[in-house]
């Protein structure tokens, strides 16, 4: 029989789930102990039902879940918060982080409120898995069925309108297939199918479907399994790393450029395709962009002759670790934007700038990547919150940092 207590909230925790104390049953010795809850309501009182307890906390549902503007919320594994007021996200975003600076020993760091987006329709890019019937849809949390949306209220109204119409792509496709679709810097609806061993007849069957669904647009087959498709061209990137929100990106890399004020060379690492490199070298800073993955350095490359700024911004194709390993030339600025992983141990190479800004989506990650900078002789000038994933506990944070005098 499922065990159940009473919760009070009162904050937000990074993996999504609301904290709170246990308040009851009265007697009850877990009485004060810490509880993590998914969806939530901090400031309510609640009845859970636990379902694990560890030495120092306890996870647990709740008996009633709450609603969203989304029919698949609570069920999806992508939102977490679509029950909250806005403004309240935000508060619990900006006191998550301050939490997390205190309890890893930064208490002392400044940090701004967080920097909002448009609460709906802010999401450029989708990612659905694909069975083996030809299905596409999330992952609903705890399980590997597929929940096919007919609507996703987070996403821009193109891909939204897309999925509404509902697809269904024939033949069986193996394990692990991947449909992506991308709304690009241009406003045009992109997408790539990526089936990994599906056969030529397989293929061509897709890019026919796709090809009748699109009514006008341009479908191809390409190498590495891929069916690549677009509103009258191809997206040289779809399925790369892209910011998923365009509006607070622009707003991410204003901050950058700020930050960089007066410098008049600079070195972007993990540059993708020049996110931040692009306008670096718009405010008249030569730039080094160093980056690993063949197709973005592809779109960088092209994009700065497109532009006519191939002389002033030089794109490598390196991974940072051996780039680092050369003992690069001073530079004026660094910006750094290291996947999920963090820098790790590149943090302690990091030392041949007087200033750095720091993009970091993992809180965790970001403590640690912070407190090792410290440690090599860097300063926290500041965070800036960023709130790139409304309706979720995620957080993009912007640290800018200065070489300390010692």
């Not at 030495?55 to 989304?70: D, I, M, N, Q, S």
């Not at 002392?108 to 069975?131: F, M, N």
């Not at 700065?304 to 911004?313: F, H, I, L, P, T």
């Amino acid at each position: 029989m499922s065990e159940t207590i009473r919760v009070k909230f009162h904050g937000l925790a990074s993996g999504g789930s609301i904290v709170g104390k246990v308040v009851g049953p009265e007697g009850d010795a877990r009485i004060g102990m810490t509880a993590f809850v998914p969806f939530a309501t901090p400031g309510e009182e609640s009845e859970v039902t636990i379902t694990a307890t560890h030495k120092r906390h306890l996870e647990a549902a709740l008996t009633v879940l709450p609603t969203g503007k989304c029919n698949l919320f609570t069920a999806c594994g992508g939102c977490d918060l679509q029950h909250l007021d806005y403004a309240e996200q935000l508060r619990l975003k900006k006191e998550m982080v301050l939490g997390a600076l205190k309890s890893g020993g930064l208490a002392d760091v400044s940090v701004a409120d967080v920097v909002p987006s448009a609460p709906w329709g802010w999401r450029r890019r989708v990612a659905l898995h694909v069975d083996q019937k030809g299905g596409m849809g999330y992952r609903p949390r705890g399980s590997h069925d597929l929940l096919t949306p007919k609507q996703c209220p987070v996403s821009d109204a193109q891909i939204e309108a897309f999925l509404k119409k509902g697809f269904h792509f024939p033949g069986t496709f193996p394990h692990g297939a991947t449909f992506y679709l991308e709304v690009g810097d241009d406003g045009r609806l992109y997408g790539m199918l990526r089936t990994g061993m599906l056969d030529k007849e397989g293929m061509h069957a897709c890019a026919e479907a796709l090809d009748a669904r699109l009514a006008g647009g341009v479908v191809e087959v390409a190498r590495n399994s891929e069916i690549r498709f677009g509103d009258a061209d191809l997206h040289p990137t779809l399925g790369s790393f892209s910011q998923a929100n365009g509006e607070v990106n622009e707003k991410l890399c204003a901050a950058v450029v700020k930050h960089a004020s007066g410098a008049q060379t600079a070195l972007d690492l993990y540059a993708g395709a020049g996110n931040f490199a692009f306008p670096l070298v718009a405010a008249g800073i030569g730039v080094t962009a160093v980056e690993s993955d063949i197709a973005l350095v592809a779109a960088a490359r092209a994009e700065a002759q497109k532009r006519g700024v191939a002389e002033r911004m030089q794109v490598l194709r390196e991974r940072v670790e051996v780039y680092l390993k050369g003992n690069p030339a001073p530079t004026d600025f660094l910006v750094a934007d290291p996947p999920r992983a963090g820098l790790g141990a590149m943090a302690a190479k990091l030392t041949f700038a007087p200033r750095l800004a720091l993009i970091s989506c993992d809180l965790a990650v970001a403590i640690r990547d912070l407190k090792a900078l410290k440690e090599s002789g860097w300063e926290i000038s500041g965070i800036q919150p960023f709130d790139m994933f409304p309706q979720t506990a995620h957080i993009e944070l912007l640290t800018t940092l200065h070489r300390s005098e010692k």
